[in-house]
C-alpha cells in the first residue's frame, strides 16, 4: 500500500474524529490522522514508515507485533498498549485492529486508538484497594460474615469458619444464616438483620449451632454494606 491513505471504497482517516493510524503488510505505518499526532506530540516523519510496534513501550512490543500479525492475517484483534509522548508521559491507548482489504486482497490494517490511560489507572487502584480489603478480610482474628438482603450468607472467613466448626465454606457459603441461629435467639436476629438492611448499624449476642451441633455464645457488630452507586 503506497498511497497515504487508503483508496476506494476504504474510508479517508483524515475525517476521522478519533485516533487512526494505518498499517501496510509489514506492520509500518503509512498514514496517521491529526489526532494521533497532536496527541502523541511527534512529527509525522517520526512516525510514518516506522514500524507500529516500535512505537509501543519495549516491555509491549512483542503484544504489539501480535495484534497486527491477527490482523493482517483478516482477524481483527484489540488490546491495551502503552505509547511514550514526545513529552515523555506514558499513555494507556485501547487499540483496535481491523484489516484493511482491496479486491478481496488484504493490504494492511486499519488501527483505532482510544486513551484509557485514566480508566486503567482507576481500575488499577479500585483492584488494589479489593486485594487489601480481601488480604484484611482472610487474616482478620474476629469472625466477618456477608449476607445478602434476604438473610443468605455470601461470604465468611476463616475466624467464622472456625466458630461454625469447620474448615470448608462450601457447607455454608450461600444457604440461609438463620438456621444457624439457636431458636430461641432467631426473632432478635432477625430483628437486627431487618435493622442494618434499613441503613442502621446495631450489636447482638446470641447463640450458634456450629457443625457439630455445640451451642456457641457469639457477639455480632453489624454494619450496612453500602454501594455509593
Known sequence: MDA???SRS?????QTKGMVAVINEQSCVTAINENLILFLGF?????????????????????AQSLCNDA????????????????GERKIMNVVLTPQTSDNFIKGAYVFLKDVTETVIKNKKVHDSEQRLAALFNTALESIQVFAL????LDINGAGLQILGTSSSTDIVGKPYLPFVHEEDRPRFSD???????????????RLYNQQQNIVWVESNAVPLRDKY
Open 192 to 206: 437486627l438483620h431487618h435493622k442494618v438492611c434499613s441503613g442502621q448499624s446495631g450489636t447482638l449476642q446470641y
Open 10 to 14: 476504504l474510508f479517508d482517516i483524515s
Open 43 to 63: 512529527a509525522p516523519r517520526q512516525m510514518l514508515h516506522a514500524p507500529l510496534p516500535t512505537l509501543v513501550v519495549r516491555d509491549e512490543q512483542a503484544q
Open 4 to 6: 497515504p491513505y487508503p
Open 150 to 153: 434476604n438473610g443468605v450468607l
Open 72 to 87: 493482517l492475517s483478516g482477524n481483527p484483534a484489540y488490546g491495551h498498549l502503552a505509547f511514550t509522548t514526545s513529552a
